[in-house]
């Protein structure tokens, strides 16, 4: 028999951000950013609130002033996920953040300042055992790298990326996490392979940045994150949405259930309907879908729009639907259990689901 190939995210260095492990295969962990203001704590715990009970695991918080702070701190100390803190430009905001209860930092150490402000920040995640992602952006990119003709986009993110590794690593830090974001789908996946070669032993956050409102979002996300994932790269991920942050939580979790990688939620197999449909099929699979939010197990539940090969298609679901001339035929792993009509089929759909889960 041949021996089992370890995944690059088996290979990797792992750290903490709070009690979530990033790295040294550890499960792949699904993080957000809070859009709220920084300054109205009250409002950012909600979102938090809201976000942990979608199963977002580390949150991102923004520190961009120095008035913020005390409501920073409030922040870290009240929030059910560990927070890290996200910085631009100043680096006594992230002094300030490792002091204040950061459970770890973001920054990119090109729009920091010269090394003496970056070792500054090093100096005080180091102080407060924390960790750093160092997050190399292509619209923020080093003035020196980016001004360099015989690289292409995913080499001045990768040229980017390694000097500041081997940067931190030259001062005795290790508790990195990499991220080297980019818009387009083919610059992350090229980015991200070769990162992943260059640097095997650092945990890597995936993503892509900027990505657009929630459909086209989703669809460039899924599309560099998923080839990523699939080959093994990536061991924490951000999918960025100009949407509610929940929505970014949600396409997470879809994305990981997808790959057959983590699940939290139900899934829904449902088929696009076909000529052989003989009921109204995209409502009840619309209300299924609502209804299983509040279901809490990680099942699969299929919803098919005819018998002729309803239950064989969805063999492999917990539980399911095919439908008939105005009925539906339950069933279980595939097997029937009974035929029920068009307008009952939802409820009594969900009253095997809880009879079970």
């Not at 028999?1 to 499960?27: D, F, N, S, Y």
């Not at 580390?58 to 996200?86: H, M, N």
């Not at 910085?87 to 490792?98: E, G, K, N, P, Q």
Request: aromatic share 4%; with cysteine; glycine share 10%.
């Amino acid at each position: 028999m041949a021996q089992k190939v370890p995944a690059p995210r088996e290979l990797t260095h792992q750290v903490h951000v709070g009690a979530v492990p990033i790295g040294g295969g550890a499960p792949v962990s699904v993080q957000s950013m809070c859009t709220t203001k920084t300054s109205d704590a009250d409002a950012a715990l909600a979102q938090i609130r809201r976000l942990a009970d979608a199963g977002c695991e580390i949150i991102r918080v923004t520190l961009p002033r120095k008035d913020d702070v005390a409501s920073f701190a409030r922040i870290c100390e009240e929030s059910p996920l560990p927070v890290i803190a996200d910085i631009h430009f100043d680096y006594r905001l992230a002094v300030a953040a490792a002091q204040n209860g950061a459970a770890g930092l973001r920054i990119n150490p090109g729009n920091i300042g010269d090394w003496a402000r970056v070792d500054a920040a090093i100096d005080a995640a180091g102080e407060a055992g924390i960790p750093i992602r160092i997050g190399v952006n292509m619209g923020s990119l080093d003035k020196e790298v980016d001004a360099r003709e015989d690289l292409d986009g995913p080499g001045k993110l990768v040229a980017s990326a390694v000097s500041f590794v081997d940067h931190f690593r030259q001062r005795g830090f290790n508790d990195i996490v990499l991220s080297a974001k980019a818009h387009s789908v083919p610059v992350t996946i090229a980015t991200y392979r070769e990162l992943s070669r260059l640097l095997p032993d650092v945990p890597l956050h995936v993503g892509v940045t900027e990505a657009g409102t929630f459909l086209q979002g989703t669809v460039k996300n899924c599309a560099a994150v998923g080839v990523l994932l699939e080959q093994g790269i990536g061991d924490t991920m951000r999918l960025s949405l100009t949407a509610d942050p929940v929505e970014e939580v949600n396409v997470c979790w879809e994305l990981l259930a997808a790959l057959g990688m983590r699940r939290l939620h139900p899934e829904l197999v449902s088929c696009p309907t076909c000529g052989r449909t003989q009921v109204d099929l995209i409502p009840i699979a619309e209300e299924v879908e609502r209804r299983l939010k509040s279901v809490k197990a990680p099942i699969s539940v299929a919803v098919m729009g005819c018998v002729v090969n309803g239950p064989g298609e969805a063999r492999g679901c917990d539980i399911g639907v095919a439908c008939g001339q105005g009925v539906g035929l339950l069933f279980v792993n595939g097997e029937p259990l009974r035929k029920v009509p068009e307008d009952a089929i939802v409820d009594e759909l969900f009253k095997e689901i809880a009879a079970r889960y």
